[in-house]
């Protein structure tokens, strides 16, 4: 799959036939919200555990050395906590740029706290794209991460913002919480 996933996901889902859409955002797209939405509420999706294990050589690393930011794997029985957006349609000509490596838009039953559930689309790395990176130890993940930076920042701080953002969610991610931890101890040495 090519780095740039624009061209892709245009061709992959026609918008045309929605007005509005729902949006599933589990990693920046939690706490980084630089798009207009109708209306956001915490929810969940099944099957899923997030992993920073996407490379990213446009926001939080280079293309020499990305950094590493969230992607999906399939987990039986997970559940992944973010936040939904109502979004129109025209939104995903910017989201589709800002998600652009190694991103495709998936479709997805996103849950709401009150039990209510809506088809919506999340955006998903996949292992078999180019940007891909795989998991490691946290203390790996945590060493490669603290060691890069891109365009939208430090990469550490797309961990730490994200972790913030949970916990004032009282959303409890291992994975996320592990990383914060492995980071704030390489900072004190
Ligand atoms: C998302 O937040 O839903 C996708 C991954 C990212 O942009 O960090």
Known sequence: MPIDTQALNRGRHSLDNYDELWLFG????IYKVDFP?????????HGYQRRLWQGSSDHR????????V???????????????????QEEFEHLDHR???????????????NGRKVRGLV???????????GGATIEELAQH???SSGPSGDNKDYVYE?????????????????????LLKIESR
């Open 123 to 133: 955006y998903m790395a996949t292992p078999d794209n180019e940007a891909f990176l």
């Open 70 to 88: 969230a992607t999906l794997t399939p987990v039986n029985g997970a559940v992944c906590y973010g936040i939904a957006y109502h979004v129109t």
């Open 145 to 147: 991460i603290f060691n």
């Open 61 to 68: 690393g280079t293309p020499d050395s990305p950094g590493r």
């Open 99 to 113: 998600e652009k490596n190694g991103y495709l838009r998936e479709e997805i039953d996103i849950f709401f706290q």
């Open 26 to 29: 589990y990693g920046s797209l």
């Open 37 to 45: 939405y109708l209306s956001k509420e915490p929810a969940h999706i």
């Open 162 to 182: 994200l972790a913030k953002a949970l916990r004032a969610r009282g959303v409890v991610d291992e994975h996320v919480l592990a990383l914060e931890q492995a």
